[in-house]
């Protein structure tokens, strides 16, 4: 099956003219090595994929005939061990630099004066 495809039914992506697009600029590897779109994914692959600022490591564990729910796309690939605590302390990171920036850009206006007093009391 191709990359494209593949990443599409496993919903890594929207639409496959999407998935097609990052295979074709580099975001997605296979087996550590640069991947064009038509190239053939088969079990045991191992693929990264590199979507906005994070990076998910997967092992192909089936190669569907459809493309289905979430809950049957999550069944086609295992995340591996170090993507997930990366993917974790990226999230933790998110939240605790969203805690102390004002919500709106420019000089604080009196509602975000006092989301700001709100956020620093809670923490």
Request: glycine residues 6%; proline residues 4%.
């Amino acid at each position: 099956m191709r990359v494209d495809r593949w990443l599409w039914y496993a919903r890594f992506f929207k639409t496959r003219s999407l998935a097609a697009n990052a295979v074709r600029s580099g975001r997605v590897r296979v087996d550590g090595e640069r991947a064009k779109a038509a190239r053939e994914v088969s079990i045991g692959n191992a693929l990264s994929i590199h979507r906005g600022d994070s990076i998910t490591d997967v092992c192909v564990l089936k190669i569907p005939s459809r493309r289905g729910p979430a809950t049957e796309a999550m069944s086609l690939y295992e995340e591996t061990t170090g993507s997930i605590k990366r993917r974790e302390l990226a999230a933790g990171l998110r939240r605790s630099a969203s805690r102390f920036e004002p919500p709106t850009q420019g000089r604080p206006d009196k509602r975000t004066r006092r989301l700001v007093r709100h956020r620093r009391r809670r923490a």
